[in-house]
């Protein structure tokens, strides 16, 4: 290759390492900043100014008095987002379904009031294994469950799933689903409020 092809390849390198390897994301960085800061800066929820998770990313709820995610896929610890995956088990796979099973029958021993199938989200991951989001009948399923251990009447969190619940994209697009992370923070500062004397 002559000296001459040897300095445009370099040049030309150097072009688009700059454009595409800086110019490019600085641009669209700029952009998120000024159009959508807050899911920019990765949706952050605070309370009192205090970080306390992400609306993007589940955590992990198991006692009585909060509503449960769906299963996270992520191992050791659940919705670890440097852990982000799939099980990759498919359907026909013994060890899904003996997972599947395993808490089918840990959710009906949890909400014993509940006597209609469990919902499939209440049991089985999300692909990434970080959902924050449940379907309204998961959120509607744990009802009775959460009313009895923190003692906020039933229709109260009617009302906070109801509040909580993202409707479908664009009107048609997939099916609505609550927030458990944001669920789960109202429940918690109704009960403070409960407890004040």
Do not use: C
């Not at 030309?12 to 000024?34: E, I, S």
């Amino acid at each position: 290759m002559a000296a001459r092809d040897m300095r445009v390849a370099v040049v030309l390198f150097l072009v688009l390492a700059v454009a595409t390897g800086l110019m490019y994301p600085l641009a669209m960085t700029g952009v998120g900043q000024v159009l959508f800061p807050r899911e920019a800066n990765g949706s952050l929820i605070r309370v009192h100014g205090r970080v306390v998770g992400s609306a993007l990313i589940g955590q992990y709820f198991r006692g009585p008095g909060f509503f449960w995610s769906r299963p996270s896929a992520t191992s050791p610890t659940p919705y670890d987002a440097e852990a982000s995956s799939a099980s990759n088990m498919g359907p026909d796979n013994p060890a899904l379904r003996k997972h599947v099973a395993a808490r089918v029958a840990a959710v009906r021993k949890a909400n014993p009031q509940e006597k209609g199938p469990v919902p499939v989200d209440l049991v089985t991951s999300s692909a990434s294994g970080l959902d924050p989001d449940i379907s309204v009948a998961a959120a509607r399923y744990q009802v009775a469950r959460v009313a009895d251990a923190t003692k906020i009447p039933k229709v109260r969190l009617d009302a906070l799933i109801k509040r909580y619940t993202t409707p479908r994209s664009l009107g048609f697009l997939g099916e609505p689903v609550v927030n458990v992370v944001r669920l789960n923070l109202a429940v918690w500062k109704l009960r403070v409020r409960h407890a004040r004397p």
